[in-house]
């Protein structure tokens, strides 16, 4: 009997044993639980502005360039103000660099505007039109010796065409940290568009340009700067969140798709550049 007892007194001990080592490890383990539980943090939302207060905020400059090529004194009017040559290009981007001024790209300015994001110190935008392979060459080749980023606003069916940027030239662009923006399939004037020129200059060239660079495309340019009321509801259905118009009045129902621009003419100085451009935002930031 005596030989029974106790081997089970000693069982019994080991498992009251266990049990109680087993309980101060659940305690210890339920004690420091409020300790390593992380707390998400609620972030308060951002209230977008409505268009007076958009309207309200101080105009950026935004330079719109074309083509960046030498031209003859005997070149027609046309040629001179779409056409920049490569040593004023380059001389116009160190002047703006002396000046002090800073890129900013779009989705910058829209933050700006949209949200009151703070823009760093004389910003500006440098952007150009028309899909042009010296805007790779010379013009992005230029700027980056300032650390200066554009936006390209590309127009579809001139990509891979001799003396037009190429899709690995796009996505380089994009890649070295510039913005690709859509400028319609074939550059005809939003104002004459109806039915299918809405897919066909809205939605297949933003898609095209997406497949290319692999990131979103938000932003437009209308061609020759011409828009109508009618084109920005097609613009919000394919999802693009500003456009971009010339020197001419902006929109006051909706100031984030008619942001204006000046074009740089191949007549000016780069002193006259300067001056057209202060003269042009004379409200700018």
């Known amino acids: 009997m005596k030989k029974w007892i106790l081997p089970g007194i000693f069982s019994l001990f080991l498992i009251f044993s266990c049990q109680e080592k087993k309980n101060k490890q659940i305690e210890k383990e339920v004690s420091a639980t ?47 103000t779409y056409t920049v040559k490569p040593a004023a290009f380059a001389e116009q981007m160190k002047a703006l660099s002396d000046a002090g001024y800073h890129s900013i790209l779009p989705h910058e300015l829209y933050d700006y505007l949209v949200y009151n994001k ?17 805007q790779f060459s010379i013009g992005a080749a230029e700027m980056k010796k300032y650390n200066f980023k554009g936006v390209f606003f590309i127009m579809t069916v001139a990509i891979n065409r001799p003396n037009y940027l190429s899709e690995s030239e796009i996505k380089t662009l994009s890649d070295d940290g510039n913005c690709i923006a859509a400028h319609t399939w074939d550059h005809h004037m939003v104002t004459k568009y109806a039915g299918e020129d809405w897919n066909t200059q809205l939605d297949k060239p933003k898609k095209r340009l997406e497949t290319i660079i692999g990131k979103p495309i938000d932003y437009f340019a209308y061609p020759f700067g011409l828009w109508n009321t009618a084109a920005i509801p097609e613009l919000k259905k394919s ?26 003419s191949g007549n000016w100085s780069t002193d006259k550049m300067m001056k057209a451009m202060e003269a042009t935002f004379t409200n700018s930031k």
């Open 118 to 134: 703070a823009l760093p110190s004389k910003p500006v935008m440098i952007t150009f039109d028309d899909t042009r392979g010296e």
């Open 34 to 80: 409020p300790d390593t539980i992380a707390v998400p943090k609620v972030q308060p939302k951002s209230v977008a502005n409505e268009a007076a207060a958009i309207l309200a905020r101080k105009e950026v400059p935004i330079l719109c360039y074309h083509n960046i090529k030498d031209f003859s004194a005997s070149a027609g009017e046309m040629t001179k």
């Open 239 to 264: 999802d693009y969140k500003m456009a971009f118009i010339l020197a001419t009045k902006r929109d006051s129902i909706n100031p984030l798709y008619t942001v204006r621009r000046m074009i740089v």
